[in-house]
């Protein structure tokens, strides 16, 4: 698949684990050779999905910086650690060992305290739901010495509550994106919120919490009608 990725025009990938590895766990060499394997075979630049450091499939630290140095062709992590004190560690470690490598979060909702670090940016689904407030946050989290700590809370104080609506605290999930999905239609963006089982439908006290996230985040309904 990478290999035809590359073929259609893509100059680079994201890079999965194998799902048995969730269930099953794995080898740990498996991980490198997998990441190689893929590199040597398509010949195309990847970016390395990190699965949470509570799952099977989470690759330690050391595998990453192993992979950063061995494998050229690896130019990215997206970090989905999902547990904090792992992820600012190996976060600085990285920067240490491999400052050459790009490191962006894919903590949809926990954004705004995954920039912390000084991520490079980020990979997620909800910036597409609300991107007029996720790109100006992103613009303050990437040049601290033009703004303030406190323009970078009252960012995240915004985001917080659509975030909440969405994703309720959680990691993204399946009822998250059908959250996501109702969150584009209330805001006139999509027309259906409509998702392929086994995701159900969202119930009337779902869509109203969803409806007040938007609300608390001042965001405002979109006129598709321009674009059309």
């Known amino acids: 698949m990478a290999a035809e990725a590359k073929e259609a025009g893509a100059d680079g990938i994201l890079l999965m684990p194998p799902h048995m590895w969730l269930r099953f766990g794995m080898n740990p060499n498996a991980s490198f050779e997998y990441v190689k394997d893929v590199a040597e075979g398509a010949d195309i630049d990847i970016i390395i999905h990190l699965y949470p450091a509570t799952s099977k499939a989470f690759y330690p630290v050391e595998t990453l910086i192993k992979m950063c140095k061995e494998i050229d062709r690896v130019k990215c992590i997206k970090m989905g650690t999902r547990v904090t004190s792992i992820y600012e560690h190996d976060v600085r470690l990285l920067r240490q060992e491999c400052p050459d490598i790009s490191l962006i979060t894919c903590h949809d909702e926990t954004l705004c305290v995954s920039w912390?670090?000084?991520?490079?940016?980020?990979?997620?689904?909800?910036?597409?739901?609300?991107?007029?407030?996720?790109?100006?946050?992103?613009?303050?989290?990437?040049?601290?010495?033009?703004?303030?700590?406190?323009?970078?809370?009252?960012?995240?104080?915004?985001?917080?509550?659509?975030?909440?609506?969405?994703?309720?605290?959680?990691?993204?999930?399946?009822?998250?994106?059908?959250?996501?999905?109702?969150?584009?239609?209330?805001?006139?963006?999509?027309?259906?919120?409509?998702m392929r089982k086994p995701v159900l439908p969202l119930n009337q006290e779902e869509k109203d919490w969803i409806a007040a996230g938007i609300k608390a985040s001042g965001l405002e309904k979109v006129d598709m009608s321009k674009y059309e």
Not at 141 to 168: C, M, V
Request: charged fraction near 20%; include cysteine.
């Open 116 to 194: 912390f670090p000084g991520m490079d940016g980020a990979l997620i689904g909800f910036a597409g739901c609300v991107p007029e407030l996720i790109c100006p946050a992103r613009e303050v989290f990437a040049n601290p010495d033009k703004h303030t700590l406190k323009e970078a809370q009252d960012w995240s104080d915004r985001i917080y509550h659509i975030s909440q609506a969405i994703y309720g605290g959680g990691q993204p999930s399946g009822e998250a994106h059908a959250r996501l999905k109702e969150t584009l239609v209330q805001r006139g963006i999509f027309k259906s919120a409509l």
